[in-house]
């Protein structure tokens, strides 16, 4: 069993090696190597102790979200490159003009993340919209922001620090931080008795 485990953690390995041959000439290299560590810490699946490249070579194979990280923070032509060795989650889009390190990105499914700035260690769920609203601007978010699953925060909007953003939540005003932000509560009302007609 511990061969078979080494065997597939060589293979995983030797398939990473052209975006760690990338990764090690990139200015961008210590956004990347927080954005590792900050995976393997929300993830939890026992990867602490392992270095820099194993780590990286786990999270490339076994989450896509992932990949389109990575290639977001190497550019469009190491990242394309990359497209053919790793493969990117195709509905989730990355367009952020100052990426802080340490964004983790869950699950990913049907997320735009469109932004003027993205701070530190923030954490964003699927069927998240970040973006533009017309002309008039794409949100700022602080450090460590926490954006649900559903929300949607768009427009010339700043996200202070240390903000939770509900799921399902439209954000389109100034969130000061420290606060967290969720719709307004479900209306429950009462049943009905409907009648059935016959149909003829």
């Known amino acids: 069993m511990g061969g078979l485990k080494a065997a597939r953690d060589l293979l995983r390995l030797l398939r990473a090696l052209p975006a760690l041959a990338v990764v090690r000439r990139s200015p961008r290299r210590p956004a990347i190597e927080r954005d590792v560590q900050r995976w393997v810490e929300c993830l939890r699946l026992g990867h602490e102790d392992e270095g820099f490249a194993r780590r990286t070579a786990w ?21 394309s490159l990359l497209r053919f060795f790793h493969r990117p989650v195709p509905t989730l889009q990355i367009d952020v003009a100052d990426l802080g390190p340490g964004l983790f990105i869950q699950h ?17 769920n699927q069927q998240v919209t970040l973006g533009h609203v017309y002309d008039r601007g794409a949100p700022v978010l602080g450090d460590r922001v926490t954006v649900a699953a559903g929300a949607v925060v768009v427009g010339p909007v700043v996200v202070g620090d240390d903000v939770t953003i509900g799921a399902n939540t439209t954000v389109v005003r100034d969130v000061p931080a420290g606060t967290v932000v969720v719709s307004a509560a479900p209306r429950y009302l009462p049943a009905r008795e409907v009648a059935v007609r016959p149909i003829g």
Do not use: H, S
Request: proline share 5%.
């Open 59 to 79: 999270l490339l194979a076994a989450f896509p979200e992932f990949r389109n990280l990575l290639q977001f923070r190497l550019g469009r032509w190491p990242g």
């Open 108 to 124: 990913g499914f049907a997320t735009i993340v469109v932004a003027e700035r993205i701070g530190a260690d923030c954490w964003i």
